[in-house]
């Protein structure tokens, strides 16, 4: 399972693109644009354990610093200002990592 097997690939092209800029990411930009917002809560959850690369339940800082990868192999890394900002948005009962009602919130 893939992240483009469920977003249009024009989609993810235009949000990448649009937070080309270093510290120019907002999550809520990104998942809008991109069309997640949209999506039913199932396919959510298929994108957080895409994001869950070691299978641990939880969005790490370094699993989150390789978000955009996610969505395009050539994508860059989140800065660590962008990182740090993330985590603490989708970081609901502050442990260091988003985990699912975190993430499920956030989107
Ligand atoms: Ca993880």
Known sequence: MAITDFLAASDITSAISA???KDSFSPKTF?????????????????FKILDQDKSGFIE??????????????ARTLTAAETRSFL???DA????????????LKV
């Open 88 to 90: 603490k948005e989708g």
């Open 93 to 104: 009962d502050g442990d260091g990592k988003i985990g699912w009602e975190g993430w499920r």
């Open 61 to 74: 800082q370094d699993e989150l610093q390789l978000f955009l990868q996610n969505f395009s192999k050539g």
């Open 19 to 21: 937070c080309k800029a």
């Open 31 to 47: 998942f809008k644009a991109v069309g997640l917002s949209k999506k039913t809560p199932t396919e959510i959850e298929k994108v």
